[in-house]
């Protein structure tokens, strides 16, 4: 559970680091982009987040529908 929350407040600062680096890196060294190494390692890390993200929400709504169809199953 915190390890998902975690990685969903990944998935909103990593962008915002990372448009930090760009603007670092524009600013030190316009001619060498050394920002895109940074960049493969956020978004190798932000990929891996996201399906740790999607695969919570798949749990979730599986079990919630798994729940609804027995709430329904016992009213019958």
Not at 16 to 23: F, K, Q, S, T, Y
Not at 62 to 68: P, V
Request: charged fraction near 10%.
């Amino acid at each position: 559970m915190i390890r998902t929350l975690r990685s969903l407040r990944f998935l909103f600062t990593a962008p915002l680091i990372l448009l930090m680096l760009v603007v670092i890196n524009w600013m030190t060294s316009p001619g060498d982009w050394w920002v895109q190494w940074a960049a493969l390692g956020i978004g190798i890390a932000w990929v891996i987040a996201l399906m740790r993200v999607i695969r919570a929400a798949i749990l979730v709504g599986g079990a919630t529908a798994l729940a609804a169809w027995w709430m329904k199953r016992r009213s019958n």
